[in-house]
């Protein structure tokens, strides 16, 4: 529309293009899915984890709080006992350590184990990083069902792929890993090992829920256990019977085959009241892992496994107490094993 305006009235003609210019700007239409340079699109989310903050909370000891894609975005705590010479932001002489993962029970957290046993203060672990992780109050370290939908939480998932990439990328974790853990985490140590061939060298499991499926009194059991905290129990692994394959993918002794080539430790009291128990103290929970127990190291043996080492000492509750000396009693075996793939 500007091709027949005279030469002379160039500065015109440079001042009604800049309004032209300014009023295409104003009124076209904003491409779908713009952002403004340098800010994210609101509820964008980074895949995968990421550490947003990081305290420390004693000698040797770190806690990562971390957020996960996993976890819905939310963000929980990571505790790290550290080795001796740990330092993850030498970047130039960065050095990877093994890893021993130590698994909570349920109605624990990631301060269980320091806050409730001498972990710290363990000579043997100064040149091992320690990693504890959060698991959510009953979380049984898997991937909830959630009636077919999957999603939050999926805490099989943010143990065993983003926290460990995340610690092995930029906190000098190591490849060469064991697993132990209690109760519920015992449960969760057993399955890492056995649901992940090759990420761990060895298992140990105290009182753990070995064999959820053993009989009514063990489904039960544990579907009381999903139920707590108001949760529907139906979300963690499904029905015992509709859902009978998740729940073999999560029990331990349908899972024998899988740990026959590993280092494995069980453990557990009978329930009646032991040597470090208050007087006439008792556990069911107890009586009924140790069945379950006693149920996989059978299992192991019949799959042909070489690798076992039960302590199954007989009067003994659910209890730190135990699960303290049992984590010393295993140590040897763990550490034996990192040394073994180191």
């Known amino acids: 529309m500007f091709a027949n305006v005279p030469h002379v009235l ?4 440079a001042r009604l293009l800049l309004v032209l210019a300014v009023l295409l700007a104003v009124l076209a239409p904003t491409a779908p899915g ?6 994210p699109e609101t ?7 990421e550490v947003v903050a990081v305290t420390r909370v004693a000698d040797r000891q770190v806690d990562l709080s971390v957020r996960s894609t996993a976890l819905g975005g939310r963000t929980v705590d990571v505790r790290l006992l550290t080795p001796d010479g740990w330092n993850p932001y030498d970047r130039r002489h960065r050095r990877h350590w093994p890893t021993l993962w130590l698994l909570h029970g349920c109605c624990g957290d990631y301060t269980s184990w320091t806050s409730m046993t001498d972990v710290a203060q363990t000579d043997s672990l100064r040149d091992v990083l320690v ?3 959060e698991a959510g109050w009953n979380g049984w370290y898997s991937d909830w069902w959630n009636h077919g939908q999957g999603g939050d939480p999926a805490w099989e998932t943010f143990h065993t792929k983003e926290l460990r990439h995340l610690l092995e990328r930029d906190w000098g974790a190591g490849s060469n890993r064991v697993v132990a853990g209690l109760s519920m985490g015992g449960q969760g140590a057993l399955l890492y090992a056995a649901r992940h061939p090759g990420m761990f060298k060895a298992t140990a499991a105290f009182s753990g829920s070995a064999h959820p499926l053993l009989n009514e009194e063990s489904i039960d059991r544990i579907m ?3 139920t707590g905290q108001g949760n529907d129990p139906l979300r963690v692994w499904g029905d015992p019977v509709a859902q009978r394959r998740i729940w073999q993918a999560h029990d331990p002794f349908h899972l024998a085959g899988r740990l026959k080539s590993i280092p494995v430790y ?9 040597p470090l128990d208050p007087p006439g103290a008792t556990s069911a929970l107890e009586a009924d892992f140790n069945r379950q127990n006693q149920a996989l190291a059978a299992e192991l043996k019949r799959v042909g496994a070489r690798h076992v080492t039960t302590h199954f000492y007989g009067p003994g509750t659910h209890g730190w107490a135990y699960w303290e000396r049992e984590l010393h009693a295993s140590l040897p075996m763990l550490l034996g094993a990192l040394k073994t793939g180191a």
């Open 10 to 13: 160039t500065p015109l003609r």
């Open 34 to 39: 713009a952002v403004a340079a340098g800010k």
């Open 43 to 49: 509820g964008a989310a980074r895949p995968g984890a």
């Open 131 to 133: 990693v504890m992780p």
């Open 224 to 226: 009381g256990f999903f």
């Open 266 to 274: 069980l453990s557990c009291g009978d329930g009646t009241t032991g």
